[in-house]
């Protein structure tokens, strides 16, 4: 087990003068060879890695504070501090730095603390710089005291002379004495001076002195000091409120009694800089810093002390979930936790993981815990415990919700669903008395961190007790909370939505209902299928438009406000849903109900047909003209309906043409008898262009049908140039055929043209292959030979005024 004396906290005050948690490690004193000389080592207690790494240096300042920490000041103005978890560390590490230096141990600081530009400055200036004599703390020397203290404060080398006389004369015990003095005489001018005097300690920004002034010697004669404010008309009364009023319980006996003492003087120190001491201004609030590091640092002292303190802690918690502790002790118990958690907030990230972590019940193997016992407590009477174990789930919740969900997911497999954890927090979410549901609101949030995919851890988790553990987070707690939880969330929503309009309609209902479909709205937004499959099972939608017509308006902008979120995720899956269950109805009569006021309900509702349009969802926008048109034509003052007329138009227009096309014949759609079909026509692709934007501009629009006309006959004429091309190039491609007649001799060459009535005679050629056409005349067919004129050529020569040649009988 690691040395628990060298183990320490690493502070770097940050621009804002606020003091940094840089991780918790153990520290060493060795000789650095790098750095030639003795240096301090801290390394990351989880790692291993080297957080510090600082050369003690014969020149620099090193403060022993509280006699847990020590700070001092690197290069470039740098303020680191070691914050040690025993003294005897401290002493130890102390002891290394005071002997490289040359220094007593017993001394707080090893030098004198000097800004570097100051000296540099005043170097050459012996008189730059002198002694600070203090004059005799007498009532006579007042004013002068004054003057010397406040002619220091502009100059951090007179500052740190100063304060090193104040603490090296014992000079706050003769003040202290003096004041004494003067509010025995009533002296009511030597106060006021006082009070400035001491004002000025304040803004010497010295921790030694507060170390005195806040001793329990002292700390009520520095309050008594301030309470003569010389700007304030009467004396304040921060001694007797103190004394008397701020009472301290004690609610699990502390047998640490530095424990004890270290609460009264960060109680009192707090109340100090809270409420006595006047508002600082910029230049002040800079000379403050110690002030604020002080109560710091206390704090985390007091954190880590009740963490050490085990026997404490289990007290604690045994009496809370023991049945025989009775309200008020209960009441008591509640509240210190609440306390507790709520001081940790002050502390830096690492510091307050940790404090949670300090709890031994908090952790999964332990038989106890802070969860079970919230489980008691929320479920008490007593509405002061249940806001305070509200406060305390939100503060465990923020810091690690997985913690959480793997005590709920374990839980799951011992209890009954009603008394898991997650239900509880539901359950009082919903039974909440105030008519503002504050409590309520708080544990929404809760329950939105708890369900929040975004922080759930996407690598399989390893839990032991809980089924199928290679699943990740997300995947196990969503089911789980499906299956076990939503309809414990759901129920007043279901319950209320039973007929055709709200069966409550009071004012704390409808805030309920609001802040249950603000979850929903969530869940649609950052879960898929678990709460689409529950919407659609439980047919969610139609119910929650039930709420539609709650005289609430809020509640009907919820309800509105869920539908709109839906519909922006533009799925098909919820866009069939609305459809076949006519879901925008509701929300159309609500609007046509609404008439022409100017409100938020008219608003969203636009806004939601508004997007539709923009966002060009066919089926909803088919949808909403079809079923709702004839009743929104009216709505004038606004484009969005004859938008959505002009889409629904478009989309119609469209699938008419297609249609069209796939009448066309087979041929006309073969490839070998038009273009390249991932090419679109030129011209067609400008006519649909202009028809968009002519039919989105109201203007007149070409007929589809003169349009498809024109087209068939382009791609007509297209094919039958192809046809007329390829006969020709056949033709001129193979010899004519001569017809052999078995009855005559040879003949002169054959006419031009001849009639037949039977075919050619065969040859050892092949003839050309005639074209067969029939006619009223009983002639069989016409005889076409190559490199002649055609029958065609002969109807243009009838026309013409040569005689036409008439052709012979082929016998």
Known sequence: MADTRRRV????????RQWDDRGTGH????????????????????????????????????????????????????????????????????????????KDPSCDITQDIVEESEEEKFEDMPDAAPPIELPPCELSKLDEISEVFNSVLPSPIRREKLANAIEYEGYIKKIVDLFHMCEDLENFEGLHQLYEIYKSIFLLNKNALFE?????????????????????????????????????????????????????QTYRVQYIQDVVLPTPSVFEENMLSTLSSFIFFNKIEIVSMIQDDEKFLTELFAQLTDEATDDNRRRELVNFLKEFCTFSQTLQPQAKESFFKCFPL?????????????????????????????????????????????????????????????????????????????????????????????????????????????????????SFFYKNCMHVLTAPLLANTTEDKPSKDDYVTAQLLSLILELLAFCVEHHTYHIRNYIFNKDLLRRILVLMKSSHGHLALSALRFVRKIISLKEEFYNRYIIKGNLLKPIVDAFLTNGQRYNLLNSATLELFEFIRVEDIKSLVAYVVETFYEQLKDVDYVNTFKGLKLRYEQHMDRQNVKSSLDSVPSILRNHRYRRDARSLDEEEEIWFEQDEEEMEDGEAVVPVTDMLKNKMDEELDHISKIIDGKRARESENKPPSPLKNPTRSPSPPPPTRKFSSSPPAASTSPPASPEVKTNNGGITGLVDYPDEDSDEDEDDDRNSSIPAKRPRLAT
């Open 27 to 102: 520290v060493s004193s060795s000789y650095v060879e790098r750095l030639k000389g003795m240096s301090l080592l801290v390394r990351a207690e989880s790692d291993g890695s080297l957080l510090l790494e600082s050369k003690i240096q014969p020149d620099t300042a090193y403060q022993k504070q509280q006699e847990t920490l020590i700070v001092w000041s690197e290069a470039d103005n740098v303020d680191l501090a070691l914050s040690f978890q025993e003294k005897a560390g401290c002493d130890e590490i102390w002891e290394k730095i005071c002997q490289v230096q040359g």
């Open 362 to 478: 908090l952790q999964t193997l332990s038989n106890l815990g802070i969860l079970p016992a919230l489980e008691v407590i929320l479920s008490m009477d007593d509405p002061e415990v249940r806001q305070a174990c509200t406060d305390i789930i939100m503060y465990i919740v923020e810091y690690s919700p997985s913690m959480v969900r793997e005590f709920i997911m374990q839980e799951a497999n011992q209890q009954d669903d009603d008394i898991l954890l997650v239900n509880l927090i539901i359950e009082q979410m919903i039974c909440d008395p105030d008519p503002e549901l504050g409590n309520a609101l708080q544990l929404s949030g809760v329950l939105r961190i708890l369900i929040d995919p975004e922080n759930m851890m996407a690598t399989a988790n390893a839990w032991a007790s809980v089924p199928f553990p290679q699943k990740t987070e997300k995947t196990e707690f969503l």
């Open 212 to 264: 005195v002034m806040f001793s329990d010697e002292f700390i009520f004669d520095t309050v008594g000091i301030l309470e003569y404010d010389p700007s304030k008309p009467e004396k304040a009364s921060h001694r007797d409120y103190l004394r008397n009023s701020a009472s301290f319980k004690e609610v699990i006996p502390i047998s640490n009694e530095e424990l004890r003492q270290k609460i009264h």
């Open 9 to 16: 906290k690493l502070y770097a005050l940050n621009e804002d």
